[in-house]
Each structure stands twice: as structure tokens, then as C-alpha cells.
């Protein structure tokens, strides 16, 4: 291996090699903007269509991030190359984000441009930076160029094509790159990657999933916060401020207390590190983001219209808690030695379930639903929190 390679990746074992650089929590925001984006597009088009476009959307913007933090485990974010690559994607990444809104409309050559710009270039600059590097990862990422480039094409196509047929094909490219992972990035002639391959360094990996946590309940707070300055404030928008902020409060409590910590100290020990780092981290994570993102509508929605709630704003008060108990219970369910997922985390599912049909048949007041799931929430919490420091029994 050449030393001007070398230098460029990130030198394992020193003392401060697993830290997060600072120009990686720089270029962390601009996926403070995605995520706001995303949320305001998700709230102004509360229909089945605009659902539908940002489950798509979402995971796009999640996908550009977790395969960034992918490569900067592996690169050292410190040398001007690596620097100079994150300084592009920024520019690209604000493109990106401030065309969410309209992806579904006239801007959607110009959100698939930039992700492809993104994914492609990327990839290429890996490729060049560990040329002369260790032969396994940078055949990985010629198999990862292989995937994202096929992908690609079908983001650029359904950017130039109508907005009828666009989710379409936006929804088998993403398809691609979802799958990707999974099937280890296999093409024909080269095979697939393996596990061993993936080297990662786990407290990195974990510190930066922890961040873009960190990140999605910032833009949760933000949103409570700027909503609640504009209204007149009454009985009822300060008590659905303080249920906002309660609820974040219990969400923030859920990851991190024990899982996050936990989930690091298994990373980092584990002999499949790259395994970890793909279920646990680029997955399941998904879902995790996905439900703070979906609460932080459900309480602009509480905040605006406290009394009677729509079919889709119950549904949004519902299915935010319910996909971040979900994420948390399958990540901390893959990350510890436990036979069965979290007890607490399987009866909060089951309340927000039984919730259910009584919202939908307008039994509470979108200000007393999202009371009862912030409740719940907060049960789970208490609950997991009492469970693990309870002394194990004799």
C-alpha cells in the first residue's frame, strides 16, 4: 500500500481513531434541512399520495447519510481529499433537500441529479483514495458502483419522466439500493462481498447513527417550538407544548439510556462488526428516524388543531410512536443476547394497537390521543429503565 493511500484512511488503534471529526458533524447539516424538509412535505400534503411519496423520500435521504458514514469509518475525514469530498456532497446535499418539496413535481430532475451525484461520485472518490489499498474493500466498492450506478439510472429516468409514472420508477431504484446490502452487492464475475470485508469500526459507526438520532429529535424540538411561538397560547397549546415535549423527552429516553450504549459495547466487540453495522445500523435505523420524523407532524398537527383530529392526522399521532418503538425494539432485539424482544417495548406496541380503533372512531380529541401516546411512551421507558438496573434475582 502506497503511504499517500494510506494517509487517507482512517489509522486504526490510535487513541482518537473511532472519534467523530468535526467535519463530519458539519456536513451532518444539511441532513438537518433534509429531515426538516421531509417533515414540512409530509405535513403539507397529509394524504395517502404524500404519505406514500415520503416513505419513499425518506429512506433516499437515509441512504445518502448511512452510506456516507460508511465511508468515513473507513477514510479519515482529517486529510483535504476526504474534506474536500464531504464539502461537495454538502453542496449536492442542499440541493437535494431544498428540492424534497417539489420531487414529485418540477423539481424532480434536480433531486435525482444531486442523489445520483452523491451515490456515483462518492463511490468513485473511494475508489480512487484506496487504489492501491486493500484489495477487499475496494473490490466492495466496485460491487457497491455496480448497484449504485444501475440505480441511478432509474432516478435520473423517473426524474425526466411524468409525475405519474415517477414513483414508479423512483420506487425500483430505491428497491436496488435497499437491496443492495443485503445481497452482499453481488454482480456477476465478481461475486459478492463478504462480512469480513466490512472492517468497520463500531464505535464510530454507532457515534454517528447516535448523532442523526440526535439530529431527527433536534428537528422534532424545533418544529414544537416554532409552532407554539406563532399561536395564541391557551390551556390547550400549552399542554400539547409540554406533551411534545414530554413525548421527545421519552424517545430520547428509550434510545439512549441503556440501548445505545449497549448496542456500541456489542459492535464493538463483535467479531462481524460489518454485520452489526448493516442490520443494526443501516437498517433498522431506518425506522427508528422514520417515527421521530412522523411524531414531530403529529405534534405540529396537535399543536394547530388540539380538538378533533382527521383520519390522517390520527393515523400520523398513531403510527409515529408505533414505527419508533418498532425500530427500537428490533435493534435493541439484534444487538443484546436476548432470546425475545423487549417486553416493554412489545406492550407498548400492543397499547398504541388497542388505541387504535377508538381513535378511529373519533374517541378522543388529537390533543387527548397524543396524551395517551405519549403516555405510552413514557411507560415504556420508565419500565425498561427499571428492568435493566433492577439486581438480577439469586
Known sequence: MSSATNTLLRQRGHHDSSR????????????VFAVTQLSHSLLATLTFTGAAQMVLLLPAVWWVWIYTSWTTNWLNPERLPVRLCLFAMMIAGLVLA???PAAFGERGIMFACAYAFMQIGRTLFVLWAVRTGPSALFDNFRRILVWLALASVLWIVGGMASVQTRFAWWTAALAIELAGPAFLFWIPGLG?????????DGAHMAERCALFVIIALGESLLITGATFSELNWSAASVIGMLIAVVGSIAMWWVYFDTGAERAQHRIVHAQDPGQQGRIAYTYLHLLIVAGIIVCAVADELVLVHPGHAERAGVVTILCGPLLYLLGNMLFKWVTNDRTTPPLSHMIGIALLAALTPFAWGHGFSALALSTLTTVILVVVATWESIALRRPAAA
Open 98 to 100: 431544498a428540492s424534497i
Open 192 to 200: 459478492g462481498s463478504r462480512i469480513s470485508d466490512w472492517d468497520i
Open 20 to 31: 467523530v471529526g468535526m467535519i463530519e458533524l458539519f456536513f451532518d447539516l444539511v441532513f
